[in-house]
């Protein structure tokens, strides 16, 4: 492909591999973009500062994050697009009544509603953070929040679906659910960054593997979808390549001719 390219990277189950790792292969993959003149992005439903290792691991400043509801640019910020507060304290009080315990996120920290759960400490256990949301009932009252973890089992997440349409939910863990602004995506943030850039579609590529993907790899030209990815993940997708535990973002990068 002539000319600079973008190319944005999911994290869980794409950058990084099962274990929350990442692979050498991959580590190289992007050093050999970089050094070919491409720009290396990331695109996650994760919250700037569960990601700022991995930033400075691999000197990446351009990023989509909150699943496209904070992107950043080359180290600044060029788009925000909150939660509706009082929409999300209503959905508060009902998850509340409900015993399905919140987490609030911006950008740069993470609280509870509650002191704490078994759910919130199965999921975000699964992140391998090496830290907890702290507790604070009021956070969201003075805060501008991107996203909110809703912590619910499987099966119980359509009495929010259909009562708080402010909102579009999306399920991570078998307990937790990713809430977003109603129309918010990966795809939205992206276009935010490649409008900007002026990098035309032929130009640019996606690697995801999880439901809040599915907009990116729809959007983004250039699609590939880990071999990790579910079946419906993969449908998204133009390309489909190996299992991120088998140096699948290289395989992947190879296949769509970024890599010899």
Known sequence: MKGKSIIFFDIDGTLLDHDKKLPSSAKQAIAELK????IVAIATGRAPFMFKELRETLGIDTYVSFNGQYVVLEGQTIYRNPLD???LEALTEDALGNDHPVVYLDEEDMMSNVP???YITEGISTLKLGMMPGHDPTYHET???YQTLLFCPEGEDAQYEEKHVAFDFIRWHPVSIDVLPKGGSKALGIEKITTQLGISDENQYAFGDGPNDLEMLSAVHHSVAMG??????KSYAKYVTKDVDEDGLLHGLKMVGLIE
Do not use: F, I, P
């Open 35 to 38: 050094k070919a003149g491409h």
């Open 116 to 118: 704490e759960h078994e």
């Open 143 to 145: 805060r501008t929040l």
């Open 85 to 87: 507060s009082k929409a």
């Open 228 to 233: 990790n990815a579910a079946d419906e993940v």
